[in-house]
């Protein structure tokens, strides 16, 4: 500071040059260079020390608002070191001071907050311990990445301990992956194998259909079924494959067998699907039946019947259930058919025959037609409708209903004309 021609309480000027002076244990450093007065330089490095103050007070009161004060060590670090090197006149010492209050305050907060994340990392290590051994291996590996999860949200723990406890939980996850890993490598192994058996008892089971000694070759054909039981199970996709083949290999060779020692497979009928093979013969029955209000009471009766026989899907017959539901809709349309004759015409078995007829075919006409319309309203407003909507879904369900009737209607008009052309006009 010797020889300085402008001494500041916290610089001088010296050889054209501004010069902050030594503070703590740093020395006097040159912040600047006098351009035009140097009073003026001087007052231009006091005014940047406004800078430095305003630096340290947002630190300050960022870290007092956030909720992890943690994150700010870094920058508080970093503002230290541009504060010991910020070219500026001023009185730097307070504000190191007010850094080094905020560090301690930071650390104190991060070594609590690193206790804290420690208890609960042990915490998870004991709740992957628990679990880590089972063999539900699906269950366990989601309760595992679960665990894993919050081990990744939960913030560091003191670097002493770090190793020590990451290595642990690591440990726990990579044997727990590598049992089952090894798990289903065997399962695989295993699957394969049985995969390879099958294939060999399809292939035995088409070699049986070539043997010329019958007997010998069914009592072979008994083994492969036995067999095939006893192999075990594989992937559902395959199996159904495999059985397929399998299935055609053992049928081909029972219909050899059978023709050649005269043998006639009676096929057995569930005993539901028979039940329902009687009701759709007298429904039938009664779609003929001369007193068609009498048939369609006792129609009545037979849907009720056939809803309460419960066939799985599987086993439904798709005809059958056609044939039911086609002989019913003809019982009812011609019932309702016969109220509107009874309504209109009082006299209408005083008619003769072809006379009878027509007045049927004139009024089932006039149905049709109505119901056409009825039909085409419905239509307009089905647009758009989602069948896996449930509401809509209704509404699809009666549009179908309603093409259905019309279809029977139409039916039954075309055996009138025809009865109508056998009678004469």
């Known amino acids: 500071m010797e020889n300085a021609s402008l001494v500041d309480e916290y610089g001088y000027v010296k050889d054209g040059k501004v010069f902050l002076k030594g503070y703590l244990n740093y020395e006097d450093r040159q912040i600047g260079e006098v351009k035009r007065t140097e009073q003026e330089a001087l007052d231009y490095f006091k005014n940047r020390f406004i ?14 608002e956030a909720q992890n004060k943690g994150s700010y060590l870094t920058k508080l670090v970093q503002l230290r070191k541009k504060l010991i090197g910020f070219d500026a006149l001023g009185d730097f010492p307070p504000l190191l ?26 915490a998870l290590i004991a709740e992957a311990e628990a679990v880590v051994d089972s063999t539900d291996w699906r269950t366990t590996a989601d309760a595992l990445q679960e665990i ?14 770090d190793a020590e ?14 049992r089952r890993r090894e798990f289903f490598n065997e399962q695989n192994k295993v699957i394969q194998e049985r995969l390879d058996k099958y294939d060999e008892l399809i ?11 019958l007997d010998a070759a069914f009592q072979e054909v008994r083994k492969l079924n036995n067999a095939w039981k006893a ?11 495999l059985y397929k083949q399998f299935k055609k290999a053992t049928t081909m060779f029972y219909a050899k067998y059978n023709d050649a020692k005269g043998i006639v497979i009676v096929p057995k009928i569930d005993p539901r699907i028979e039940a329902q093979m009687k009701m759709a013969d007298e429904a039938e029955k009664l779609s003929k039946q001369s007193d068609i209000f009498a048939a369609a009471e006792r129609a009545k009766v037979l849907l009720n019947s056939w809803k309460e026989v419960r066939v799985p899907f599987k086993l439904q017959d798709k005809t059958l259930n056609e044939r039911f539901r086609a ?15 009874t309504r209109k015409y009082p006299a209408f078995e005083l008619k003769s025959q072809p006379e009878q007829i027509r007045t049927k075919i004139r009024e089932m006409e006039y149905l049709v037609k109505r119901e056409k319309n009825d039909l085409q309203f419905a239509l307009q407003d089905a647009d758009g409708l989602d069948p896996n909507n449930d509401e809509d879904k209704q509404v699809l369900n009666k549009i179908n209903t309603q093409k259905r009737k019309i279809a029977m209607k139409e039916t039954i008009l075309r ?10 006009y």
């Open 231 to 241: 192999v075990g199970e594989v992937p559902i996709k395959k199996s159904g494959k």
């Open 97 to 122: 001071d007010r850094l080094d209050a905020q560090e301690k305050l930071l650390a104190d907060l991060i070594t609590v907050n690193q206790l804290k994340n420690y208890d609960i990392k042990r």
């Open 203 to 213: 292939r035995l089971a088409f070699r049986a259909n070539r043997l010329g000694d």
């Open 148 to 161: 894993k999860t919050k081990w990744i949200k939960t913030g560091p723990v003191d670097k002493t301990v």
């Open 327 to 341: 002989a019913c809709d003809k019982i009812f349309e011609l019932s309702y058919l016969g109220r509107v004759l």
């Open 415 to 424: 055996e009138l004309q025809k009865q109508l052309e056998t009678v004469g």
């Open 165 to 178: 406890i990451e290595g642990r939980f690591q440990e726990l996850l990579d044997g727990f992956f590598q």
């Open 51 to 64: 800078i430095a103050q305003n630096k340290v007070s947002q630190l300050e009161s960022d870290i007092a």
